[in-house]
């Protein structure tokens, strides 16, 4: 994330509650709770014994905690997050159940991250994307990844249909009538973050032009006509 006000407010306040939320959110848009699409999510990831792990916008850190069973051979697993407050809780989950000391948690926006270039073998990214400035983040993502080495994100994606001009109107007015119903800094954030959303043709052309390649896409169903699909994306740094 990139650390602006909205998005830092909005995380802060949802912290306590992040998993419920997630797992009411998933449910609603891809029928699965919070552990199943994390387990989905690694089972996508080509995760090789030994690895060093980045995962972006970790949030409570839910990722690297299932991570940390996959990886008992491994050198350890990264959390980043700009959100102090989420950092906080993913501490407590750690301490929890005992995976603190595999998992180091960074509190930084992934688009300015103070790691060395080429120090992970692989990179995750769950639903994090459309919080940031994608091309910027795609780049960090690509410079602090080894040659070779895998990235793995989760994202929604824009449907084609709103890059037509009644699709950009309709969106328009969603935005407008979802603002007007909700308040608070979460709808604040997530209004701000319809524009980093990205069809599936458009993500290929940034993943490309950020040093990617061997992409691959997976993308779900709408569960309505003209809202955004899920994708799985994996490629690897070129």
């Known amino acids: 994330m990139d650390g602006n006000s ?16 997630m797992d009411r959110e998933l449910g609603r848009f891809l029928s699965e709770d919070y552990g199943e699409f994390v387990e989905r999510l690694l089972a996508f990831a080509p995760i090789r014994a030994g690895d060093l792990v980045l995962d972006v916008a ?32 993913a501490r407590s989950g750690c301490l929890a159940d005992g ?35 994608v091309p910027s983040l795609l780049s ?3 410079r602090v990844l080894k040659d070779g080495g895998w990235l793995v994100l989760a994202e929604a994606a824009a449907p084609a249909f709103w890059r ?9 007015f969603s935005l407008y009538v979802y603002g007007w119903m909700t308040n608070g800094a979460r709808a604040r954030a997530e209004v701000e973050a319809v524009s980093n959303l990205h069809t599936e043709s458009e993500w290929r052309a940034l993943l490309c032009a950020a040093g990617f390649v061997a992409i691959e896409v997976r993308e779900g169903r709408a569960r309505r006509v003209g809202y955004p699909r899920a994708l799985l994306i994996r490629a690897v740094a070129g």
């Open 99 to 133: 995976s603190g000391k595999r998992i180091h948690l960074v509190c930084a926006s992934g688009t300015a991250m103070a790691f060395a270039g080429g120090t992970f073998d692989g990179v995750i990214c769950g639903f994090g994307t459309h919080h940031m400035r």
């Open 58 to 89: 970790t949030g409570t850190a839910r990722i690297p905690r299932a991570l940390a069973d996959r990886l008992q051979a491994g050198r350890g697993i990264v959390g980043l997050d700009v959100t102090p407050a989420m950092l906080a809780h």
């Open 6 to 21: 909205p998005v830092r407010e909005a995380f802060a306040e949802l912290a306590p509650r992040y998993e419920q939320t």
């Open 164 to 172: 037509t001009w009644w699709g950009r109107a309709f969106l328009r």
């Open 140 to 142: 960090e993502m690509r």
